[in-house]
């Protein structure tokens, strides 16, 4: 009785696929998605230029725009980071002791990602300006 549910859903799954065939590719995005997405860029190309006009080089420009936008993106990686490490430890970990030692881990190494994505733009903004007139 079970080789023959499965065997029907298989062939229900089989015959309820449908196919998808490839397109001409200019149609796919509209005018509007086009122009958001060139306006993206543009704002983003203004954003290095600035950050390369604040540095007076086009390295450092470069560098502080990356760690830029590495600060802001690691906010909520980490943030994800600790809760899977506050998981592993508060409630996995109650039933099965050696993974307790592991979500410890995360939050820990998490943290200190965070910590060192946040200072590091403060750090080379320092360095760079400070230092180097």
Known sequence: MKKIAISLLILC????????????????????????LVEIKEKSKKELEDYQEAYGNEAYGFTAYMLAKIRIYSIPLCFIGIAVGAIWQYVIGIRKLDVHDRGLFLIVS????????????????????????
């Open 110 to 133: 998490f943290v200190t990602i965070f910590v060192i994505c946040q200072v590091l733009p403060l750090i080379f903004a320092i360095v760079v300006k400070g230092w180097r007139g």
């Open 13 to 36: 799954g089989i015959f309820s696929t449908s196919f998808v065939y490839a397109s001409n590719t200019s149609n796919v995005l509209d005018n509007e998605m086009t122009s958001q």
